[in-house]
């Protein structure tokens, strides 16, 4: 999930690692930022996929779910500061789950300890309702 400089460089870094995944980032970093910290790191552009439709954490999730259901990804790596991981579980868990995608969190380390637990609260609400809804 996008969001911060931080987290591309650290999903640009994943990239190299596993050459075989495309990458998604979500309403992240400007498109030309992302794709320079991409291109530096020596990443195919081929393999980027940058989306900036999200507008928040449970969007990010929502507008993504979609895509990866067309593309038949069952299995996601979630890339996401340490801080953020609790949340982005919640709602992963809820979003993706629904469709049988798994999630498998990968924590970036920040110097930000930790989130109010009431946005992991709301955010899983705010998903069970677009599971309902629809939107």
Same mark, same amino acid.
């Given at each position: 999930?996008?969001?911060?400089?931080?987290?591309?460089?650290?999903?640009?870094?994943?990239?190299?690692?596993?050459?075989? &995944?495309?990458?998604?980032?979500?309403?992240?970093?400007?498109?030309?930022?992302? %794709?320079?910290?991409?291109?530096? +790191?020596? @990443?195919?552009?081929?393999?980027?996929?940058?989306?900036?439709?999200?507008?928040?954490?449970?969007?990010?999730?929502?507008?993504?779910?979609?895509? &990866?259901?067309?593309?038949?990804?069952?299995?996601?790596?979630?890339?996401?500061? %340490?801080?953020?991981?609790?949340? +982005?579980? @919640?709602?992963?868990?809820?979003?993706?789950?629904?469709?049988?995608?798994?999630?498998?969190?990968?924590?970036?380390?920040?110097?930000?300890?930790?989130?109010?637990?009431?946005?992991?609260?709301?955010?899983?609400?705010?998903?069970?309702?677009?599971?309902?809804?629809?939107?």
């Amino acid at each position: 999930m996008g969001g911060s400089p931080t987290r591309e460089k650290f999903a640009a870094q994943f990239a190299l690692q596993h050459p075989q &995944l495309p990458i998604f980032v979500s309403s992240g970093s400007p498109e030309e930022y992302a %794709e320079y910290v991409f291109e530096q +790191a020596g @990443v195919k552009r081929d393999r980027i996929h940058l989306d900036y439709r999200a507008v928040d954490t449970v969007t990010n999730f929502t507008v993504m779910v979609t895509e &990866l259901q067309k593309r038949k990804i069952t299995d996601v790596y979630v890339l996401t500061s %340490e801080f953020h991981m609790p949340r +982005a579980l @919640v709602i992963g868990k809820i979003i993706l789950g629904s469709r049988g995608i798994e999630m498998h969190p990968i924590s970036i380390p920040s110097s930000i300890k930790s989130e109010d637990p009431a946005k992991s609260l709301r955010d899983g609400l705010r998903s069970v309702v677009w599971l309902v809804t629809g939107s």
